[in-house]
Each structure stands twice: as C-alpha cells, then as structure tokens.
C-alpha cells in the first residue's frame, strides 16, 4: 500500500523514513523532520487508517511492514527508518521482513514485546466515537478532557469534513495486534533505541528482548521525556537521531 508521506528536503543526501504512533500522523513529526532534511531527505509518512492514508482491516505489523518497504523502494532502495511506538514496532517488523530494504533504524520508546495498554487504547476509541466531528476542536478538546492526550488526538479530528482521521473501526479491531508483537527472526543491521527518562515503555527488562532481536543495538535514554519524545524535547530528539545517523 502507498502511503501518503509529507516530504522534506528531496534530493539531499541519504533518505530517512519515518513513521509515527497509534492515533498520530505524519503531521506530528513536522519540526523534527524539517530539521533533519537540512541534510538528508525526509518522508514522513501517515500510517495506514491514519491521517491521508488508504484505509485497510489489516492492521498487523507484517502489514505495516509491507506499506513502509513499499515506501522505501518508492524512495529508491535501502533507507534509514525512524519510528515511534507503534510505528517503532513497524519499523522493526520492516527490517525483520524486509531486510535489504533498511539501512539503518532508530526505534523511540517502544520494545519488541506485547503490551498489557490495549484497553486504555480502546477507552480513547470509545471516546472519540462520542465526540461529534463537525462541532470542532474546541469542542472536541473538551469533551476527550482538555488535557495532552486530548490535544494529540484532536490532531486527526477534520472538522471541515466531520470526521475522524482514523480508521476507528479498525483500529479497535486490531487492537490486540498493535499491543502485541509476533514477528520473529533477527536483524543485524545498525540500530539505535532510544526512551523516554519519563515513560515506562522501555524498561530494563526489555533490553535483553531488544538485542536479541537487534544484537547491533545501541540503548539510550532522553532526559526529560515521556513516551512522545519528539513532543517533549524535539530538539533532544531530533539530535540523538542525526547523532547516529551521521556516525555509522
């Protein structure tokens, strides 16, 4: 599946793919990519059933996996990927799957395991089933609470059109497929993991999990962030990225 990718920088130096989380979109990565492609190009793409994308009832990672090296080749070949959470656990699904079309990856605040959060995840559907689109953001914003998580998700509201940038239905469907993981094998590639001081989505557990998926792993951990590490410290983020991007 091609997905729709907002471009920075064509034509400069190596390309770097970069996919978001659940619930976000391309849009969210807009100041850290800017930054990046002053040397680089840069897609950042909206995952399937987000943003501008094509919608599909598959939302497994092979799936995700297939649409990001179908993106990789559009692209031109191997590409340096960046994702982050549930775009994270795709990019690792990509260079597992899809090994010659990865260069080089970076993974934010997310490990190759099943997470036990689906639930909240399906509370945040529910709620923004009960939101009505066409009565705007204000409105919206309040009614999700008014606080960061609303403030993110309102991200996907067009209220122009009256509806949700989201796939709700099957993203609830797949719900369990996004917590979870399943995609085995190994990948020997150059990888960086970076999370959040602040999030506990990355523990040190996980990092025995890590490498063995990724025995070329380097961990890191950004001050100061939670689990949207580009929204909490872009510039924090945006450097440790270049950092390894420029180093190997």
Request: no cysteine; hydrophobic share 50%.
């Amino acid at each position: 599946m091609m997905l729709e990718a907002n471009r920075f920088g064509e034509g400069r130096g190596r390309p770097v793919l970069v996919a978001h989380g659940l619930f976000g979109s391309a849009r969210n990565w807009g100041a850290v990519a800017r930054r990046l492609s002053e040397d680089r190009e840069v897609w950042a793409v909206d995952m399937r059933n987000h943003g501008a994308s094509p919608w599909d009832p598959d939302h497994s990672y092979p799936a995700l996996a297939g649409d990001l090296a179908e993106m990789a080749a559009a692209m031109g070949g191997a590409v340096d990927v960046v994702g982050h959470s549930m775009g994270g656990k795709a990019a690792m699904a990509m260079a597992l799957l899809h090994p010659e079309a990865v260069r080089r990856l970076v993974v934010l605040d997310i490990a190759p395991v099943p997470y036990g959060h689906g639930a909240d995840n399906l509370r945040l559907i529910a709620a923004m089933r009960a939101v009505d689109p066409a009565a705007g953001r204000q409105a919206a914003l309040a009614a999700l609470g008014g606080d960061a998580v609303a403030a993110f998700l309102v991200q996907s509201l067009d209220a122009a059109e009256g509806r949700w940038r989201l796939n709700l239905d099957a993203l609830e469907a797949n719900m369990g497929r996004i917590v979870g993981w399943g995609v085995a094998g190994a990948w020997a590639g150059p990888a960086l993991v970076v999370d959040g001081e602040l999030s506990d989505f990355v523990t040190p557990a996980h990092r025995e999990v890590i490498r063995a998926i990724l025995p070329r792993a380097r961990v890191a951990r950004l001050k100061g962030a939670g689990h949207w590490l580009h929204a909490d410290r872009p510039r924090e983020t945006e450097g440790a990225i270049r950092a390894f991007l420029d180093a190997t």
